[in-house]
């Protein structure tokens, strides 16, 4: 890594952007496969990624550049990056450097759903607090 221009290029243009211009972007753990987190990139996000090797993102909140682990340290190294095949969706196989929840889990997806409802099947690692502060 970096990835040459024109490669990233070529890319942009075989991604299904939604209307606000967005395409959803799936971590996942290189090594282990474990899913860590959605969210979304916009082509400035993902040229930023390609060109760094670190994972960028667009806040839809703050309708900005999301540097994952900017604030919080927990930042994700790009292994290889994966479109599918209708070009909607991209894989990050991706290294990550602590937690890649807010929450302070591991992962975003650390709720079951049973028949009585939703339960947490995994424990906070390090608290949000210390991720933000107050």
Known sequence: MPYPDPVIRALLEKITFTR?????????????????????MNADS???????????????????????GETSGQHQELREMRLDCDGDCLVLL?????????????????????ETGLRENAPVIIPPTTLYGD
């Not at 972007?25 to 282990?32: C, F, M, V, Y």
């Not at 929840?101 to 709720?111: I, L, M, S």
């Open 46 to 68: 993902i040229r930023e990624t390609l060109t760094t090797g670190r994972v960028c993102y667009w806040s839809r909140s703050r309708q900005k550049l999301w540097r994952k």
């Open 20 to 40: 606000d211009g967005l395409v959803c972007a799936i971590a996942q753990d290189g090594e282990t496969h474990e899913i860590l987190m959605q969210a979304w």
């Open 94 to 114: 991706v290294k990550q450097h602590g937690v890649a929840c807010h929450t302070g889990r591991k992962n975003c997806f650390f709720h079951t759903v049973s």
